[in-house]
């Protein structure tokens, strides 16, 4: 069936789509009842952070297991592939660059996959807690976080090995 508006609307209406996961929020009231502050889904933001502290620069991502293409959890569409193919591809670039974007200008990321929200979502918040204080205490006292030590996470084609053994031993993070 035809749609009945132009793709220019529709893009417009899509656009207006604010959809936020049941693990987001699930993880977002956590960290509230812990007494961590945030912003949600911050748009003024590049790529758009699932969480966000301005004010330490910090930036928290939780990436879907279908849509990031998870190396443990990641399966691939059997019809249309090379559509999906495509669709997956650009969003792991993307992943990337917006981490790239973040590394880049000094700001502390962190992404988690859904799969370890469901696991152990208090294992998820601990290290979400400490992850945070630890960048609040080291602005606090403006010393910089030694780049090897910041808690991050850069998915790269050549972590997918070292992330499948680390995923096995619950560990994502580079602790």
Known sequence: MADKVSPEERSRIMGKIRAQ????????????KRGIRFRKNTRSLFGTPDISIKKYKIVIFVDSCFWHVCPVHGNRPKSNQEFWDKKLLRNQERDKE?????????????????????????????DLVDFINKVRLSETN????????????????????MLAAEESNGKRYGH
Do not use: A, C, P
């Open 98 to 126: 917006v981490t790239k974007y973040y590394l880049e200008k000094g700001w502390h990321i962190k992404r988690i996959w859904e799969h370890e929200i469901k696991k152990d979502i208090n294992q998820v918040v601990d």
């Open 21 to 32: 996961s049941k693990l987001e929020n699930r993880l977002s009231i956590e960290l509230w």
């Open 142 to 161: 403006n010393s910089s976080i030694d780049k090897d030590n910041m808690f991050q996470y850069d998915s790269t084609k050549e972590d997918i090995s």
